[in-house]
């Protein structure tokens, strides 16, 4: 009998392949006929799964997406909301082989989303995701931080915060060292349920 193919399962592994050649050779060579070769695959094969290029690179984008977000739901988060707000966060961080590799592999799709639009569409779907988590968090560490705390400046400063830490990992791997980012991160979110945020700059 010929060997069962789980379609959902194979789609998985042909845009983990397409991560593999992303990080290795980059994303121009991401092409179906060196995604098929990784994989271990004709190129018949893979277009039964994936018609076109641009299907195959959405989902492996989409991938990056619904793996983070598996990993924040599957959390089991203590009651303190800064602690629960670092345990989440730190999902979001480059801090394991796993999430480096995504990282690396969002960093590629984001920059060619620069020029594709259905790339475009689904890097925003992912920042506005971002964005929405850190606003939850920022509203409630407000509801036990300082009076006073402007929550939509407040998430602005952590989305920015946490977008530099995954591009300074993948850019500077040797100094955004896992141990790094989490001080950072940690500093940030001491200083925010502290005093609010820092107080406005004086002139003169």
Not at 9 to 31: M, P
Not at 113 to 136: I, K
Not at 175 to 201: I, K, N
């Amino acid at each position: 009998m010929p060997k069962l193919v789980d379609p959902a399962e194979r789609r998985k592994d042909l845009a983990e392949a397409v991560w593999r050649v992303v990080r290795r050779d980059g994303l121009d060579r991401a092409s179906v006929r060196n995604v098929a070769h990784e994989a271990g695959l004709s190129m018949g094969s893979l277009r039964h799964y994936f018609g076109t290029q641009s299907d195959l690179l959405i989902f492996a984008m989409r991938l990056v997406i619904e793996r983070i977000n598996r990993r924040v739901v599957a959390l089991d988060l203590p009651e303190d909301p800064r602690q629960a707000a670092e345990r989440v966060l730190a999902e979001l961080l480059p801090l394991d082989a796993e999430r480096r590799a995504e990282n690396e592999v969002w960093l590629a799709f984001t920059a060619r989303a620069l020029v594709d639009p259905a790339l475009r569409a689904l890097r925003d779907e992912g920042y506005d995701l971002l964005r929405d988590v850190c606003h939850r968090l920022v509203r409630e560490l407000a509801g036990s931080g300082p009076p006073g705390l402007d929550v939509d400046l407040q998430t602005d400063r952590l989305f920015a915060l946490l977008d530099g830490l995954a591009v300074h990992a993948a850019m500077r791997p040797a100094e955004a060292t896992p141990d790094r980012l989490t001080a950072v991160l940690s500093r940030h979110l001491d200083d925010l349920t502290a005093t609010g945020g820092p107080p406005p700059s004086s002139h003169g």
